[in-house]
Structures are given as C-alpha cells and as structure tokens.
C-alpha cells in the first residue's frame, strides 16, 4: 500500500512501515508484508509503533484496540499483559521510553504513568484538561507532556523526576503531530506559523516559519487536511519540516539549507505522514505516495542563474 503512515528504524537499522494495508518490513532489498499485525480499516493514521524495548520488541498500538508487541527478530507477537503480568495496564493509548528501563504509559485520555517491569506503576500523572499526550523525557530528569482543551488551549508542562510540575509553557493555535527533544534536555516544536525551542526556564526560541523560509504559505490544517509534520537529526540538530506542499530542511542557528520548493527540487509527493533520520544521516518520509529516501552529496559544479534584466517581474530564473 503507498500509504506510508510511519517509518521507523530498529536496533539494528531495519525499517518497519504503517501502512493502511498492515504491517511492513524494509531491510534495503525489499519489503516483507508483516501479517500477524492487523491494521484496522482507517487506523492506520492513528496506529503507531511506540518504541522499541531492551527485549527487540515493538509495541504497536492504537486508540481503539489493544497494545501488542512484535519482536524483530522472530517476528512473533506477545501481548504485553502476558510479557510484564498483572501489574501492566489492561490498556494503554501511548508509551515512551523512559529512564533506567522504565516506561512512561499513556493509560487514559489524561492520565499517564510510569511503569517499572520489576515494580509496577511508581508514578501517575492526571490533569483535567481534555488530552494529554507524552512529549519525550530528557537525560535531565525531566519529563515533558503536552495538555490540550478545546477551551483552555494548549500547553507544555515539564515534571520533575518525582513528576510534579517544574514549569508550564501556554501555545496558541494547532501544535504539529511531532514534538522533538534537542540536546537530550530542550524542547523543540512547531505551531501553525512558528518554531519554538524551549527548557524547564521557558521559551528560549522563537522565529517564524516564513522567515526561515520565505515560500512559506500558512493554510489551515483544519480547512486543507493537511499535517504539520517534522523531524529531527539528533546528532547534528538539523530539522526537516513539512506542510501543504512545502519541504524545507534548516540547521540549529534555523538557517535554511535546503528548501525542496525549489522547481531544481520539486517534491514528488503531496503528503507527509512521517519524517524521520537514521543513523547515517538519510531522510525517510513516509508519505500519500509511497516510502521516499532522501540524501544529500556535494555538488561539484555550480549553475549560475539571473533574473532576466527586461522582466524583473519573472518567477523562473534564467542561465547566464
């Protein structure tokens, strides 16, 4: 199926797609469909892989059905229940990886919890606003979660390692679906107009998303069905971003490096599910059209190109 929902790369460098027929396994050669994981008819948007856990297990789940673990090695399926006992939740709606092989588990529309294999559930964390979601935590012994509510708005809120509230940051507007964590401590995330870098302090970072890149058109997800949709290199901070036909990569001082708006680079897709770098670097991008690699080398030859003199007005460059 060209539905590429989510990509996501394992321990050892093999990528699992989402997609609306199921399940598939990417080793560089081929796909192999993964049957013993159903997709259900227009889940597919809404069904993840959380993470991957020390025993080479994904955790697949969605909003409706039951969380099942899919091991990349025997490729068998386990239900969690029976993997951790009793003590694991009978249903959970996210999980994250947490600190010291502990999990953070999504278990209600508002609550979350901490989940230890030997110990059970340490800490819960509950609001009474009307979502809440699990952002990332930070090697600071911070955890951040991101609460929304169709009257309050939305906002981040950063807990502490005994996960009471250290700092609170509001946001305006539709949040993009990826929240990224920068330098193992400081957020990093995308509203409808801007890009914002934040800490436990408060915001640190603020710039508009059309002064990075000037081609930058604001539409309205909400109006257009289109996603807001990022990701991150950990190792070098640089960040790809895309929204309605618009693909732009820019480094940490967010100076743009590449803009894939450019007719010399027009993308050949017109929806971006999921964004997501590997180790050496390449772009995945799960996307409407299929699953597309994207890599950069050096040119070696520049082409000099002018606006003509006698049309200051045209949009297509000239050569010299």
């Known amino acids: 199926n ?16 989402i997609t609306e027929a199921g399940v598939n396994r990417f080793d560089g050669r081929g796909f192999k469909p993964v049957s013993q994981i159903k997709i259900y008819e227009g889940e597919a948007t809404r069904t993840r892989i959380f993470l991957e856990d020390q025993d080479g297990d994904l955790w697949i789940g969605d909003y409706k059905h039951p969380t099942v673990c899919l091991n990349i090695y025997t490729e068998q399926v386990v239900d969690p229940k029976r993997k951790f006992g009793s003590k694991f939740p009978v249903k959970i709606y996210g999980a994250a990886p947490g600190l010291k092989g502990t999990f953070i588990l999504r278990t209600g529309q508002n609550e979350i919890a901490l989940f230890d294999r030997n110990v059970g559930i340490t800490h819960t964390y509950k609001t009474d606003w009307e979502i809440l979601e699990i ?3 930070t090697e600071k012994n ?20 005994q996960w009471k509230v250290c700092r609170t940051i509001p946001y305006k507007g539709l949040i993009a679906q990826t929240v ?7 957020l990093c995330y995308f509203t409808q107009d801007s890009f914002f870098v934040a800490s436990k302090n408060g915001i640190e970072q603020r710039r508009s998303i059309q002064a990075i890149s000037p081609r930058f058109h604001y539409a309205n ?5 289109y996603y807001y949709v990022s990701g991150i ?34 993308i050949p897709f017109t929806q971006v599910f999921d964004i997501r770098y590997d180790e050496q670097g390449n772009i995945w991008l799960g996307t ?15 082409q000099f190109l002018v606006t003509p003199p ?7 460059l000239k050569s010299c």
């Open 310 to 316: 006698q049309d200051a007005q045209a949009s297509e």
């Open 180 to 186: 990224h964590i920068l330098d193992n401590e400081k």
């Open 233 to 266: 290199n950990r190792q070098t901070g640089e960040i790809m971003f895309f929204s309605r036909d618009h693909l732009v990569q820019f480094d940490r001082q967010l100076r743009l490096t590449h803009d894939f708006t450019d007719p010399a680079n027009r």
């Open 2 to 17: 060209n539905h590429v929902c989510q990509t996501f790369q394992d321990s050892r460098g093999i990528i699992w797609l």
């Open 288 to 302: 409407f059209e299929g699953l597309f690699k994207v890599w950069f080398s050096q040119k070696n030859f520049r």
């Open 142 to 161: 911070v955890l951040w979660v991101y609460e929304d509510d169709h009257v309050k708005g939305g906002r981040f809120v950063a807990l502490d390692n």
């Open 221 to 225: 997800p909400f109006a257009t069905g």
């Open 135 to 137: 952002a990332s935590e």
